[in-house]
Antibody
Framework: EVQLVESGGSVIRPGGSLRLSCAAS????????MSWVRQAPGKGLEWVSG????????DYADSVKGRFTISRDIASNSLFLQMNSVRAEDSAFYFC????????????WGQGALVTVSS | EIVLSQSPGTLSLSPGERVTLSCRAS???????VTWYQQKPGQSPRLLIY???SRATGIPDRFSGSGSGTDFTLSISRLEPEDFAVYYC?????????FGQGTKVEIK
């Protein structure tokens, strides 16, 4: 059974750093592209960052470029999002999601990790 | 960057009614890369339709998708109580995804 479980959400002060984790099971993350998608409470979905199946292609939304870093660890089958210099507008639920190639859709999503940026 | 605009923002309907949701892209996109999701309060998005018109595993056939170019549609033939939710369209291109702002289907 495919599962994605995020962890690491917390309350953090503006300018601080946080690392989110997404533990995958039921498949190998080096067979799929993976992404982080966020959703501010009561708002819509916003793509944050993605990494392709072989790790050779990484991209970021303009809103987080230079501040967030996506990475993965094949041995632990985990995806990460390092968040630096966080701002109030980064407050959201952060979902990791598995990307299916050719049609490029997200077929599995985690339950989300809540990040609250507040002084 | 492609922008997806969904309309209407909110629909108030009764169970049994037919509903059509619109997703318009700011420029022409590949039919293969248009996806629809359903999201209920407190839950993660759920895949409904991929490649414009292919239903995901386990999705009832009352859900259907169509479209091409810049205009895409999600239809629900007869609303069931469990269909009241927010629906998002999504496009994937040049290594990033774009989501529409969502359409809320609420009970009238």
């Amino acid at each position: 059974e495919v599962q994605l479980v995020e962890s690491g959400g917390s309350v953090i002060r503006p300018g601080g750093s946080l690392r989110l984790s997404c533990a995958a099971s039921g498949f190998s993350i080096d067979d799929y592209g993976m992404s982080w998608v966020r959703q501010a409470p009561g708002k819509g979905l916003e793509w944050v960052s993605g990494i392709n199946w072989d790790g050779g292609s990484i991209d970021y939304a303009d809103s987080v470029k230079g501040r967030f870093t996506i990475s993965r660890d094949i041995a632990s089958n985990s995806l990460f999002l390092q968040m630096n210099s966080v701002r109030a507008e980064d407050s959201a639920f952060y979902f990791c999601a598995r990307l299916r190639g050719s049609f490029y859709y997200y077929d599995y999503w985690g339950q989300g990790a809540l990040v609250t940026v507040s002084s | 960057e492609i922008v997806l605009s969904q309309s209407p923002g909110t629909l108030s309907l009764s169970p049994g009614e037919r509903v059509t949701l619109s997703c318009r892209a700011s420029q022409g996109v590949s039919k293969n890369h248009v996806t629809w999701y359903q999201q209920k309060p407190g839950q993660s998005p759920r895949l409904l339709i991929y490649g414009t018109s292919s239903r995901a595993t386990g999705i009832p056939d009352r859900f259907s998708g169509s479209g091409s170019g810049t205009d895409f549609t999600l239809s629900i033939s007869r609303l069931e109580p469990e269909d009241f939710a927010v629906y998002y369209c999504q496009h994937y291109g040049t290594s990033r995804a774009t989501f529409g702002q969502g359409t809320k289907v609420e009970i009238k």
